[in-house]
């Protein structure tokens, strides 16, 4: 029954604690994992699932992102009738063309909503990185007769810091949600949202039509929060791996846990592939002098120096004598001969000259943006 629903994904989340990683790129472009991008895991997911029509709402430095998904030809969307639509901002009478919030960016699409054939709706975000399908979450939904079905996992770490949409859902013992908790100091339960749900779309409509009226712009805080005992709303819990890439930190901490054998089988299970654009590089080369330990390394690649606990993206160079260390060097970054990086996130065609050391700490690596040069 998953071919009756929809996917939703809303790629408007505007976080500063990304830092430069998202000055010029939303974070559902953001690269991860040597060559993917985080949209490239919920895409996978709905597709997985046996969804067809996905629509993608753009809000702010899309460009990288609609160059990344072109027509949708990797994940099997570029289809003559549904497929994936792209759903970036415009001007109309009802519509400024900026978002004030999730309401707003949902409202402006509603006539994609109304002209999908689908009875059911996957909303989804794109910060929240995973890999499983909705078949079971789906069943779930219909048989329990649910409004909204939440998908959530037990997280008991907890970080201030890192605090961005942080929804907690309580529950009984069958599973529904009685209460909730967004963003809390000290929360009061493990059941952290995955930003997934599913809802009948009519339902969807209803409930941004009425948030818009009353002047409710977020979601969260003014849907669901004030509507939690009124509708009927559960939880489905996932068991496998998730990263929410809300802070640098969390970004670095995640990247690096992609080098535990454990978390790169959850995250790219063999029966579940995830797919991106399609990029043909040749093969990495080593030099003579290259030593390479427990790391990741994408086509492309040229190895002079020394690689120890990284991800390194396509194109990367380290020259001779460069020792790098606990970093991740995205797309085209070049590092020069005698260098010392450790504890670093160079961002796309970032240049590293001969000689220079940068040393950050787990908690708070060193960043350059992008075509940055020291």
Not at 14 to 33: I, K
Not at 121 to 146: K, P, W
Not at 238 to 245: D, E, K
Not at 323 to 331: A, G, P
């Amino acid at each position: 029954m998953i071919n009756s629903a929809f996917g939703l994904i809303y790629t408007g989340e505007n976080n500063p604690r990304m830092r430069d990683l998202t000055m010029s790129r939303a974070v559902a472009a953001l690269p991860f994992g040597g060559r993917y991008r985080c949209v490239d895991f919920i895409l996978s997911d709905l597709v997985h699932s046996g969804v067809s029509s996905v629509g993608l709402i753009a809000q702010k430095n899309y460009h990288s992102l609609m160059d990344h998904l072109g027509a949708g030809k990797e994940w099997d969307l570029h289809r003559k009738r549904e497929g994936l639509f792209i759903l970036p901002p415009f001007l109309t009478k009802d519509s400024t063309g900026l978002y004030r919030g999730s309401v707003d960016a949902f409202r402006s699409c509603l006539g994609y909503v109304r002209r999908c054939p689908q009875q059911y709706v996957i909303l989804s975000g794109s910060h929240t990185i995973f890999n499983t399908s909705f078949h079971s979450m789906f069943e779930q939904h219909v048989r329990t007769g649910a409004d909204i079905t939440i998908m959530y996992n037990e997280d008991a770490a907890f970080d201030p810091e890192d605090q961005n949409k942080d929804l907690r859902l309580l529950m009984d013992e069958n599973g529904r949600v009685t209460g909730m908790e967004l963003d809390p100091y000290r929360p009061r339960t493990a059941c952290q949202s995955c930003d997934v749900m599913i809802m009948d779309k009519l339902l969807l409509e209803y409930l941004v039509e009425e948030a818009y009226a009353r002047g409710e712009y977020d979601f969260l805080r003014d849907v669901l929060l004030k509507k939690c005992s009124s509708l009927k709303i559960f939880g489905w819990r996932y068991g496998g791996y998730v990263a929410r890439l809300n802070s640098v930190s969390s970004f670095f901490s995640h990247n690096m846990a992609l080098l535990d054998p454990a978390v790169r089988a959850d995250l790219f299970h063999r029966s579940r592939p995830i797919y991106t654009k399609v990029k043909d590089e040749v093969s990495a080369r080593y030099g003579a002098e290259a030593g390479v330990k427990n790391a990741m390394l994408a086509d492309g690649c040229d190895i002079d120096g020394h690689v120890e606990n990284s991800i390194l993206f396509r194109g990367v160079k380290i020259g001779r004598g460069s020792v790098v260390k606990n970093s991740i060097l995205m797309q085209g970054v070049t590092v020069g001969c005698g260098c010392t990086l450790d504890h670093v996130v160079l961002d796309k065609g970032a240049t590293i000259r001969d000689g220079r050391t940068l040393v950050g700490y787990d908690g708070f690596p060193i960043i350059l943006k992008k075509n940055a040069t020291v």
